[in-house]
């Protein structure tokens, strides 16, 4: 399987060619040059799989370079039953006989659901460095969440460092901690005085560098990273297996969603053959989704708009996977991408309303909806006295949409972002008590911290980047 650019049909390799590479030469995106589906039967096939049977059958069509064996033992490795508290990987929860069902997506190591792709990550990066004696330098920007579940992936992996990016000021105390406490040799923790948006647009710029980039052997892990959309992509399959539903029969899922990787891996899914009916995408009181989907128009939010909510992971004004979307929306046509994102640079709105793209958008199966942090309280109250679950508040704006567009008869599944436990001011304030933490997190909050701050400039990030390589002799 070859990939190409969403800017241009220039070849950018094979899997593991876009997997150390992060952005491509023109600014896309990597996208396969065809989606691999599946048959009726074959998804009958899948269907009593174990996690790592199913990944390897989801994830292989789309991996030609790395020998099956090998792929099969990486799979093997990621989603173990140590790493993520069962052998499902992924449980399906129902909600009593409402319909609504959560998928546990954050049993993992950092406690969120970037574990799910980051883990594999981890075990990819590492094999295929070895492979070709190489390190690479991976740059990253996070909400909240990418970046602890990037750092525990790459812990003790000696060809790799990390150089994460946060907001500063706007991660939960939890959050904060989960990354900062962190003192290992190749972890650099930076807050940038911006939000989430500035840290990957400075991501962005270095990359946008060849020459920066390729002396320092940058990579990226963030959502525009294919590998985690694919292994992501495995968790609609397994959760839609788990319903248990006749053949064919549909399936809707709601996914709380900034930057669009989670919900496109969803798409994704859909793409390859499995009866996904429609995929709602949750906002915050940051709509940029919102209003593209209930509108027909993308227009990026400044800095400046972008509010600091109680569901901060999706505190985010510019959806980088949404690109992908509108990319094959376009039908492939790398140009009119291209075209699209000249507007989006500009500070101009991509408007699809009189174009026929919008109507195949309208045909994707995608809808959208938002809530507010008053809606977010109560929804997790309401959860944990109806249903004795306590959710996180990214999980409760899935909820709270999710039910207002549950059709009467299909499944609706909300897919569980994060454990209460990261975001416990915002759960005390709901239900009045602390949320559980696994007793590795006990007092994190109170460990010492280490991290630079920065200000939000390409240049001083990129002077701070030579200077640590420098420092290890790279």
């Not at 140590?82 to 409402?98: M, Q, Y």
């Not at 070709?132 to 000696?158: C, F, H, P, Q």
């Not at 989704?289 to 509010?307: I, N, Q």
């Not at 991290?451 to 002799?473: M, Q, R, S, V, Y």
Request: proline share 5%; net charge negative.
């Amino acid at each position: 399987m070859q990939y190409v650019s969403t800017r241009g049909h220039q070849p950018l390799g094979t899997f593991t060619d876009v997997l150390l590479s992060g952005l491509a030469p023109d600014g896309g995106l990597a996208m396969p040059e065809r989606i691999s589906t599946f048959s009726a039967a074959e998804l009958e096939r899948l269907r009593e799989l174990p996690y790592v049977e199913l990944a390897y059958e989801v994830m292989h069509p789309f991996i030609s370079d790395i020998p099956e064996d090998d792929l099969r033992e990486l799979l093997r490795r990621t989603y173990r039953a140590e790493v993520f508290g069962s052998e499902d990987i992924t449980p399906l929860t129902a909600l009593g006989d409402s319909g609504l069902y959560l998928l546990e997506l954050s049993n993992g190591p950092s406690l969120a659901f970037k574990d799910m792709a980051m883990q594999f990550l981890g075990h990819a990066f590492e094999y295929v460095l070895e492979r070709e004696d190489r390190r690479v330098n991976i740059l990253g920007a996070t909400s909240g969440d990418t970046g602890s579940a990037a750092e525990y992936a790459m812990l003790g992996k000696e060809r790799v460092n990390v150089f994460m990016l946060s907001p500063q000021g706007r991660m939960s105390r939890f959050q904060q901690a989960q990354m900062y406490s962190l003192d290992e040799p190749n972890i650099f923790n930076i807050a940038v005085a911006g939000v989430f948006d500035d840290c990957q647009d400075l991501v962005k710029a270095v990359n946008a560098d060849a020459e920066f980039k390729a002396r320092y052997d940058i990579g990226a892990v963030n959502s525009i990273n294919w590998g985690r959309v694919l292994a992501q992509a495995v968790y609609y399959f397994k959760g839609y297996f788990a319903l248990n539903l006749p053949a064919g029969a549909e399936a809707d899922f709601c996914v709380p969603s900034g930057n669009f990787g989670n919900v496109f891996a969803g798409y994704l899914a859909r793409e390859m053959g499995l009866p996904v009916g429609r995929l709602i995408v949750a906002s915050n009181e940051n709509s940029v989704l919102h209003e593209f989907f209930s509108g027909g128009v993308y227009h990026v939010w400044p800095a400046e708009r972008v509010a600091v909510t109680s569901s901060p992971s999706m505190d985010i004004g510019k959806a980088s996977n949404f690109e992908r979307f509108l990319y094959l929306m376009a039908d492939a046509d790398a140009g009119q991408v291209g075209t699209w994102w000249e507007e989006v640079a500009a500070g101009r709105p991509v408007d699809l309303r009189e174009s026929a793209h919008w109507a195949a958008v309208q045909a994707s199966g995608f809808a959208a909806g938002r809530s507010s942090h008053a809606d977010r309280l109560a929804t997790i109250r309401r959860v944990d006295t109806d249903f004795g679950r306590l959710i996180d508040p990214h999980t409760a704006d899935g909820v709270l949409v999710g039910e207002s567009f549950k059709r009467p008869g299909v499944p609706m599944v909300c897919l569980e972002t994060a454990l209460p436990a990261k975001f416990a001011e915002t759960v005390r304030e709901a239900v009045g008590r602390e949320p559980a933490r696994p007793a590795r997190f006990a007092g994190i909050e109170e460990r010492p911290r280490h991290f630079t701050e920065l200000p939000n400039d390409a240049e001083a990030l990129k002077a701070f980047i030579a200077e640590k390589l420098g420092e290890w002799g790279q």
